[in-house]
């Protein structure tokens, strides 16, 4: 079992930056494949950024290539998405997310944080 807890969302204007981070308790978070999903509310849970274990294959929706970069601390036990040049589309809740094996498809994802709300203004 593997508890997560993303801090860091928050109300943003365009063009700025936020950083979230997800703690993770139990097993260190580095046995696992960590990602990051948002989702709108009415609107299906979508994949941002997902890092496999070991670190061997990063990947990024096409919508956050080249503005988001998502990072782990091994030694923190901890997940990060640092988010950069931000859209009002980027609103919505931020979810980190752990299980074995890197995936886009959510419901390959046994553990889930609480969600963060990410709020970008024009």
């Known amino acids: 079992q593997v508890r997560l807890a993303e801090s860091g969302g928050g109300l943003v204007q365009t063009g700025g930056s936020l950083r979230l981070s997800c703690a993770a308790s139990?097993?260190?978070?580095?046995?696992?494949?960590v990602g990051w999903f948002r989702q709108v509310p009415g609107n299906e849970r979508m994949f941002v950024a997902g890092?496999?274990?070991?670190?061997?294959?990063?990947r990024y929706a096409d919508s956050v290539k080249g503005r988001f970069t998502i990072s782990r601390d091994n030694a923190a036990n901890s997940l990060h998405l640092q988010m950069n040049s931000l859209a009002p589309d980027d609103t919505a809740v931020y979810y980190c997310?752990?299980?074995?094996?890197?995936?886009?498809?959510?419901?390959?994802?046994?553990?889930w944080g609480q969600g963060t709300q990410v709020t970008v203004y024009s």
């Open positions: 139990a097993r260190t978070l580095s046995s696992y494949a």
């Open positions: 890092l496999s274990w070991g670190d061997m294959t990063l």
């Open positions: 997310a752990a299980d074995s094996y890197l995936s886009t498809n959510p419901a390959q994802w046994r553990f």
